[in-house]
């Protein structure tokens, strides 16, 4: 009887230690795959997530994940988000990375000189994060990240730069990080500005320093064009500069400014109308806010590119200075 016994324990302790095995190779043992990312909607728990795993192969055994999951606690606490998995991945890897809960972050670039509505179309295509704003208008946005605000047109407010945000988060949260850096650039620019510029508040340096950002891109020529803007200004000439008229055209610019286009009024046509344009035409980065505040000290009234490969422009103190850069940079005459 006893030896039945010991023969009963015996096999009941083989059992478990090969469905222990088994469980263990399921569990540890890497599944190769294509490389995979994850993605835990808000609600999930660790049920749902197995049934994602499974559906798209990326697991050996659904229970051996969940049952695991259990044991460990984890339950249905999982953070939403995106995890990129790599090309060879184990339950128990997969199931380290929900317990750590940290969502892989997306990284949204927006290059100086952009436009609002370009920046937008960045946001909207940007995967894996969640659009909570596509189909809101401009105004709708701007009132949802500064509900206070008494800024009229959402261009030129939001600071571009490379947003490293998680993946956990929405639109809307990376429109407020943007509207935040600007205000705080803006906000530091402003109070360290050059005495005697002819701006009535830090809004109007942000409207120079997006015309001073879609003028020249080359680092030595920021306060130089700063400095041309400031003194047309200040003897009441107008401003006169492309970047602000193609802005005005809206749609119906298509790659060139003729001079039809110089000639229609706009509200952003700086050769029909005196003074700054009435609101920024891009989003400005750093070095041209800094430029805005602190502009040259110099009598430049003219500026032309020299379309010589090297991104620099000609300055002229005089239209008699100016038209013979025109002749030698444009036209191309002795």
């Known amino acids: 009887m006893r030896r039945k016994q010991r023969r009963a324990v015996l096999l009941i302790l083989t059992g478990l ?69 790599p090309r060879s991945v184990s339950s128990w890897q997969i199931l380290q990375r929900l317990r750590n809960g940290k969502p892989d972050s997306i990284n949204v670039q927006i290059i100086e000189g952009s436009t609002f509505a370009q920046m937008r179309r960045i946001v909207d295509s940007t995967p894996d994060i969640e659009h909570l704003t596509r189909g809101w208008t401009d105004a709708q946005i701007l009132k949802q990240v500064a509900d206070d605000t008494h800024y009229a047109h959402a261009e030129g ?21 943007a509207y935040k850096a600007m205000q705080k650039h803006l906000q530091a620019a402003w109070e360290e500005r050059r005495s005697n510029l002819p701006y009535q508040s830090d809004y109007e340096m942000l409207i120079m320093a997006s015309l001073i950002e879609k003028e020249t ?9 700063a400095a041309v803007f400031v003194n047309r200004l200040n003897q009441h000439m107008r401003l006169q500069t492309d970047p602000s008229v193609i802005y005005g055209m809206g749609s119906r610019y298509k790659g060139k400014i003729g001079k039809a286009d110089l000639r229609r009024d706009t509200p952003y046509n700086t050769y029909t109308r005196a003074g700054l344009p009435p609101s920024p035409i891009a989003l400005p980065g750093k070095a041209a806010l800094e430029a805005a505040a602190h502009p040259a000290s110099n009598d430049y009234l003219y500026f032309v590119a020299r379309n010589d490969g090297s991104g620099r422009s000609q300055f002229s103190h005089s239209l ?4 013979a850069a025109v002749r030698q940079y444009i036209l191309k005459k002795p």
């Open 320 to 323: 008699n200075e100016h038209n």
């Open 217 to 225: 891109g080359h680092a030595e020529d920021r306060s130089n064009v």
């Open 17 to 85: 230690l090969m469905f222990a095995l088994v469980w263990a190779l399921l569990l540890f043992m890497p599944k190769s795959n294509a490389g995979y990312r994850l993605k835990v909607p808000a609600g999930y728990g660790i049920s749902g997530v197995s049934r994602i795993l499974t559906t798209n192969d990326v697991i050996y055994n659904r229970w051996v994940f969940v049952g695991t999951a259990y044991m460990l606690g984890m339950g249905d606490k999982i953070h939403r988000g995106n995890y990129r998995l």
């Open 157 to 177: 407010l939001f600071f571009p730069a490379t947003y490293d945000i998680s993946s956990d988060s929405s639109d809307l949260s990376l429109y407020q990080q």
